[in-house]
C-alpha cells in the first residue's frame, strides 16, 4: 500500500497512522511534512530529522519519500529525500523550479527493495526531456508536488504513464491522483492521509504478430 500525507507533521503520522502502516508499505510525504532542513547537518547526522523517519523506515521495514525545502549554505532547494528501510538511498532535486530555487541536472531513480523507483520533483513532470529514467525499467514513478492538484501536471503523468506502461502517483498538498498504465485517471483521494494500491508486478506491453499484447513484468 502506498500511503500519502500532507498538513501534518511527522510525529503526528507515527502516532495517528502508525498502526495502518506495514512491512513493504511506501510513505509519500509533501514538503509541509518536514518544512525546511539544513541539508548537510541532516546527512551528518548532527539534526533529527532525517534520523527520525529512518529510523522509523527501519523498524517498520517501508519506504519514504519526503518532500522538503534543503538548505546548503545559502542555496534553497526544492527536494525530496528516498529511504529503504532505514538506508537513505538518496536526495532528489527539482531540475526545473519556478520559483527562486536552485535547480539540478536530472530527474533520480533508485533501486529499492520494492524494485526501481523514480522521483519526479514538483513541475520536472511536465518536462519529456527529462522522462528517460522513468521509461528504463521504473516499477513506480512518483510525482511529488508542494502545490494543489495541477490539470498541467496530471495530464502530463497521463501521457508519462501511458508512454512508459507504468503506473504513476501524483502526490498534490491537497489531494492524491493515480493513473494508471493506460494513461486513465483510476482514483482521486483527498485530504490529508490518502492511500493507493499500485500492483508490484506491472503490466509491460509488447508486440505480437501485428497486436499488442501485455504480460507481467520479471522482478528484479
Same mark, same amino acid.
Given at each position: /500500500? ?21 512491512? =513493504?508499505?511506501?510513505? &509519500? ?38 518532500? /522538503?525545502?534543503?538548505?546548503? =549554505? ?10 529503504? =528501510? ?12 519556478? $520559483? ?34 522513468? &521509461? ?8 511529488? =508536488? ?46 490529508? /492521509? ?5 500492483? &508490484? ?7 505480437? $504478430? ?11
Amino acid at each position: /500500500m502506498i500511503f500519502c500525507f500532507s498538513n501534518i507533521d511527522f510525529e503526528s503520522i507515527v502516532e495517528e497512522y502508525g498502526a495502518m502502516i506495514s512491512p =513493504n508499505d511506501i510513505l &509519500l510525504l509533501t514538503r509541509e511534512v518536514v518544512g525546511l532542513v539544513d541539508m548537510p547537518a541532516e546527512l551528518r547526522g548532527e539534526t533529527q530529522v532525517f534520523k527520525d523517519m529512518a529510523k522509523y523506515s527501519k523498524e517498520k521495514s517501508i519506504i519514504i519519500a519526503a518532500a /522538503m525545502r534543503a538548505r546548503i =549554505n545559502e542555496r534553497i532547494f526544492n527536494s525530496v529525500i528516498l529511504i529503504d =528501510n532505514g538506508r537513505i538511498l538518496g536526495v532528489s532535486d527539482e531540475v526545473s523550479p519556478s $520559483k527562486g530555487y536552485v535547480g539540478a541536472r536530472t530527474v533520480r531513480s533508485y533501486r529499492t527493495s520494492r524494485g526501481k523507483v523514480c522521483i519526479f520533483v514538483d513541475s520536472d513532470i511536465c518536462y519529456p526531456q527529462l522522462w528517460q529514467d522513468a &521509461l528504463q525499467g521504473c516499477r513506480y514513478i512518483f510525482n511529488i =508536488n508542494s502545490a494543489a492538484a495541477d490539470d498541467d501536471k496530471i495530464s502530463c503523468a497521463r501521457t508519462l504513464a501511458y508512454s512508459a506502461g507504468k503506473y504513476v502517483l501524483c502526490k498534490f498538498a491537497d489531494s492524491g491522483v493515480c493513473v494508471n498504465s493506460y494513461g486513465k485517471i483510476e482514483s482521486v483521494k483527498w485530504g490529508r /492521509m490518502s492511500a493507493f494500491y499500485m500492483p &508490484l508486478s506491472l503490466a509491460v506491453g509488447k508486440t505480437v $504478430k501485428g497486436k499488442l499484447q501485455f504480460v507481467e513484468e520479471k522482478s528484479d
